[in-house]
């Protein structure tokens, strides 16, 4: 029933930073993590930040920690990926995704998300 639409893409140089929201049609109370994504042309997509919402914790991909961060506004109605320090190999279109189900707060659990957006472009050029 949520539908999410991801927007704030870009293409930036190498070290630059991008903000990429996630916007709901609703909240659901019953959700448990917010997820971003990205899947790069030839590659399987791939858990990048998720969030639990259960005491708000967060979890990242090694590749991009230290560099992301997921956060969530206070009406909890968008869901945020702050992106430092890029890299090309960050280039990808990035998908966020919400889950119900208890198992998600693991990066490749992308089977329990749903509310898949169309995703949007990050292009990083070095």
């Known amino acids: 029933q949520v539908q999410l639409a991801e927007s704030g893409g870009g293409s930036v140089q190498a070290g630059g930073s991008l903000k990429l929201s996630c916007a709901a049609s609703?909240?659901?109370?019953?959700?448990?993590?917010m997820g971003w994504f990205r899947q790069a042309p030839g590659k399987e997509r791939e858990g990048v930040a998720l969030?639990?919402?259960?005491?708000?914790?967060?979890y990242y991909a090694d590749s991009v920690k230290g560099r992301f961060t997921i956060s969530q506004d206070n009406a909890k109605r968008t869901l945020y990926l702050q992106m430092n320090s890029l890299k090309p190999e960050d280039t990808a279109t990035y998908y966020c995704?919400?889950?119900?189900?208890?198992?998600?707060?693991?990066?490749?659990?992308?089977?329990?998300?749903?509310?898949w957006g169309q995703g949007t472009q990050v292009t990083v050029s070095s």
């Open positions: 995704a919400d889950s119900s189900n208890g198992n998600c707060a693991k990066l490749n659990a992308l089977w329990f998300y749903h509310g």
């Open positions: 609703k909240y659901v109370s019953s959700t448990i993590c």
């Open positions: 969030l639990y919402t259960v005491g708000d914790s967060t």
